[in-house]
T-cell receptor, first 113, second 113 residues
Framework: AQSVSQHNHHVILSEAASLELGCNYS??????LFWYVQYPGQHLQLLLK??????LVKGIKGFEAEFIKSKFSFNLRKPSVQWSDTAEYFC???????????FGTGTRLQVFP | DADVTQTPRNRITKTGKRIMLECSQT?????MYWYRQDPGLGLRLIYY???????NKGEISDGYSVSRQAQAKFSLSLESAIPNQTALYFC????????????FGPGTRLTVL
């Protein structure tokens, strides 16, 4: 069965610090990969996605993620976080032969001024 | 106007009551989903529907039922609510035209006393 692991459950950073959130999945076939963000009290919004091509994907608000197939990873990065990045971040994966998304358990990011 | 709407946004009910959560979408998407979100567990799929005549169980369908009344409407019912169904419930839609990206509604916060 497919699964998604987000090892960082709670991350606390100061503004301007760099961010990297880990995401690993277990599935041997071709996958589509997503990062969603949930700001406090709001619904999930797509940050970025990878389907094929360049494994370095750029998303909204300065976020990027790198797909490393050999490591089954899709880590999210941002060089300099802002207080407004405080949110919960979810990695999600679906196998190409299905369109069910499997979500990780989420990482809560708190950024302090 | 929001593309995916959910009603009600908040609901408090008692054990044993029947509850219906409704989802409507204006995106014209064929596929619709119901998830529940619990702290530390991420999002888990309850039911999904690929079109009006197609209903499928997700990973945690026990205690829930759904109805796809039209392409734009997908309702989730709790026949006899219990306290461990207290959670945040999200509806989502997807379609090939949007590369199967899932678009989420604002969520319904359900509390079962």
């Amino acid at each position: 069965a497919q699964s998604v692991s987000q090892h960082n459950h709670h991350v606390i950073l100061s503004e301007a610090a760099s961010l990297e959130l880990g995401c690993n999945y277990s599935y041997g076939g071709t996958v589509n990969l997503f990062w969603y963000v949930q700001y406090p009290g709001q619904h999930l919004q797509l940050l970025l996605k990878y389907f094929s091509g360049d494994p370095l994907v750029k998303g909204i608000k300065g976020f990027e993620a790198e797909f490393i197939k050999s490591k089954f990873s899709f880590n999210l990065r941002k060089p300099s976080v802002q207080w407004s990045d405080t949110a919960e971040y979810f990695c999600a994966v679906n196998a190409r032969n299905t369109d069910k998304l499997i979500f990780g358990t989420g990482t809560r990011l708190q950024v302090f001024p | 106007d929001a593309d995916v709407t959910q009603t009600p946004r908040n609901r408090i009910t008692k054990t044993g009551k029947r509850i219906m959560l409704e989802c409507s979408q204006t995106k014209g998407h064929d596929r619709m989903y119901w998830y529940r979100q619990d702290p530390g567990l991420g999002l888990r799929l309850i039911y999904y529907s690929f079109d009006v005549k197609d209903i499928n169980k997700g990973e945690i369908s026990d205690g829930y039922s759904v109805s796809r009344q039209a392409q734009a409407k997908f309702s989730l019912s709790l026949e006899s609510a219990i306290p461990n169904q207290t959670a945040l419930y999200f509806c989502a839609t997807s379609d090939l035209r949007d590369s199967w990206e899932q678009f989420f509604g604002p969520g319904t916060r359900l509390t079962v006393l």
